[in-house]
């Protein structure tokens, strides 16, 4: 095939004082048709040996139907657990912030109140309603771990609580939502609808509904 | 309106892009015998057959080229009084696609018995470029033949 490659004798390429005068106008030989011409003759030539089978293969299949992930969930850490909460529910991933402790109110569940934009809100432990034991330990791996305050909302009003880690999103089929294994703590269990299969390990996807039930009760 | 540009024969021609169901490569097609020879053959897409019609054994006297820019455009056709069919167009240099205001259109004024496909003209900087009008690509009796057996 005869290419005529301009732009390494008068184009940007070139080390020449005498530039192609198109220059000019285009400022690069990318934007030139005669580059783009160029390029598109290099499509101008016989096929590969079995391109043409591979496909007709590829065409007299099915179209493969692309399943979008239809639900999609935050994960995060609390002590040494991992758990995943419904992704429309987070309204705010927020740096950790002094927690002002209340008197005279049960400092299990109600950690104090925390600043979130301006506003001041309750902030819950959501590792004393899940039960869990030296939440409070925060195990650094490799990696720099950053403690965070989760924002989430639910019907009647928003739930603020601070977390050890968090991933980011997940995104999941219904399928892939696999079964309570027995083994789990009793009181995990009761708000987990499932567990979710995510890196090498297994996360636990928080029950939303019952979640924030059982902690609208708590407080009032 | 968009318009995908390709060649038949020296001369280039556009189709709107709002018919295209997607471009493929040119795969292996089943030839018909007996059928009208501007008819490539049959493509097995997606498990129906589809028959693809050589636009430059309409517009000249030879076939498409075979090579990698020889491509086939998947189109919504409509049959009348049934519904859409897919219908496939092979032409050469099937490479770009342009923007073009619909105003800019100008009418040939010419209706070539022999050729009803002949659309609207589009003037660009290398010269005039000739839309295809889809309707006017098969007769009719072409029409039956090639779609009847499945309606």
Not at chain 1, 9 to 14: C, E, F, K, P, T
Not at chain 1, 30 to 37: D, K, M
Not at chain 1, 129 to 157: Q, T, W
Request: aromatic share 8%.
């Amino acid at each position: 095939m005869d290419i005529k490659d301009c732009w390494n004798q008068i184009g940007v390429r070139a080390r020449v004082d005498e530039r192609c005068p198109k220059l000019e106008r285009v400022i690069h030989c990318h934007n030139c048709e005669v580059y783009s011409r160029a390029s598109r003759s290099i499509l101008e030539q016989d096929f590969p040996a079995d391109y043409q089978q591979q496909w007709a293969d590829v065409y007299s299949r099915e179209e493969p139907t692309l399943q979008a992930s239809r639900f999609s969930s935050l994960i995060f850490r609390l002590g040494d657990e991992w758990f995943a909460l419904a992704a429309q529910l987070i309204d705010e991933v927020a740096r950790i912030k002094p927690i002002h402790r209340l008197p005279h109110v049960d400092s299990r569940i109600v950690k104090g109140l925390v600043n979130i934009r301006g506003e001041l809100k309750i902030c819950v432990s959501l590792s004393d309603i899940l039960g869990l034991e030296n939440a409070s330990v925060s195990k650094v791996g490799e990696h720099v771990v950053f403690a965070r305050i989760i924002v989430a909302h639910a019907d009647d009003g928003q739930f603020v609580f601070p977390v050890s880690e968090v991933h980011g999103l997940h995104q999941y089929q219904e399928e892939e939502l696999e079964g309570v294994p027995v083994t789990v703590s009793k009181a995990t269990a009761t708000y987990t609808v499932g567990m979710l299969k995510w890196k090498d390990r297994h996360v636990a996807c928080l029950d939303n509904e019952l979640l924030f039930y059982s902690l609208s009760k708590k407080l009032q | 309106m968009l318009l995908l540009l390709f060649r038949v024969g020296d001369e280039r021609y556009g189709l709107e892009a709002s018919q295209i169901v997607e471009v493929v490569p040119l795969v292996c097609l089943k030839m018909i015998p007996q059928s009208p020879d501007y008819i490539a053959g049959l493509f097995d897409y997606r498990g129906r057959p589809v028959p693809v019609i050589d636009l430059c054994r309409l517009g000249s006297e030879r076939s498409c080229k075979v090579c990698m820019t020889s491509r086939i455009i998947m189109l919504n056709y409509g049959v009348e009084n049934g519904p859409r069919r897919i219908l496939g167009l092979l032409a050469e240099q099937v490479t770009e696609t342009v923007k073009r205001d619909p105003a800019a259109l100008i009418s040939s004024d010419i209706s070539i018995t022999a050729a009803p496909w002949l659309g609207d003209l589009v003037k660009d900087s290398e010269g005039m470029l000739q839309l295809i009008d889809v309707d006017g690509l098969l007769s009719k009796t072409v029409q039956t033949s090639l779609f009847s057996a499945e309606s």
